[in-house]
């Protein structure tokens, strides 16, 4: 089993709706979680990092769940520039971070 | 600040060949870090270092070897290029310890072994 599993998608919405992304981790000893984001060819930059009571950054809205091991990731109002691939990042122990695969998002107008 | 510099940006080898992917940060990061990415895996932990003199392997540490002889150098070495290690590679560093976990990465290499 991967330690972070992710719906490789692609997820295929119009311009203005809202859409959610799930990520589990298997390992239960997690210290830190993270969404980041990648457009085609280029570098991952940091979305948003996710704290245990949750977090909201404008249309983006970060959640955990400890006991079930997974954390999400909420888009409201898609824009066409929300279109990329949105990894899910755990950090194991020994200051590891460990990526998922990513989900595909394609907003369309 | 330049943040993380990596280079080559593209590189293509003949199997059997050696090189060194150099990356240098000048954040004063602790943590340095390198990825491959493979199509429909993501990327995968190479090895990283959590401070000057400290290494540890990744998740996929075969074929390749990095030292850490100062705070802003991490250098990753192919030591015989397979076709297999056709892939993009990434450098990334941080900080150490939440909230700064921030990781700050290069804009890539190419690589292929042809």
């Known amino acids: 089993r991967k330690e972070v599993e992710q719906d490789p998608g692609p997820f295929n919405v119009p311009e203005g709706a809202t859409v959610a992304f799930n990520c589990t981790y298997s390992n239960s000893a997690s210290q830190s979680f993270f969404w980041y984001r990648q457009d085609c060819r280029k570098e991952p930059k940091l979305l948003m990092s996710?704290?245990?009571s949750g977090n909201e950054d404008g249309r983006f809205t970060a959640q955990l769940n400890r006991a079930s091991q997974y954390i999400s990731l909420l888009i409201r109002d898609s824009k066409l520039s929300d279109s990329a691939t949105y990894l899910c990042?755990?950090?194991?122990?020994?200051?590891?971070?460990?990526f998922g695969a990513g989900t595909i998002l394609r907003v369309k107008s | 600040n330049a943040g993380v510099t990596q280079t080559p940006k593209f590189q293509v080898l003949k199997t059997g060949q050696s090189m060194t992917l150099q990356c240098a940060q000048d954040m004063n990061h602790e943590y340095m870090s390198w990825y491959r990415q493979d199509p429909g895996m993501g990327l995968r932990l190479i090895h990283y270092s959590v401070g000057a003199g400290i290494t540890d392997q990744g998740e996929v540490p075969n074929g390749y070897n990095v030292s850490r002889s100062t705070t802003e150098d991490f250098p990753l070495r192919l030591l015989s290029a397979a076709p297999s290690q056709t892939s993009v590679y990434f450098c990334?560093?941080?900080?150490?310890?939440?909230?700064?976990?921030?990781?700050?990465f290069g804009s890539g290499t190419q690589l292929s072994v042809l």
């Open positions: 990042v755990v950090k194991d122990y020994g200051n590891k971070l460990v």
């Open positions: 990334a560093s941080s900080t150490l310890g939440a909230p700064k976990e921030k990781l700050f």
């Open positions: 996710v704290y245990s």
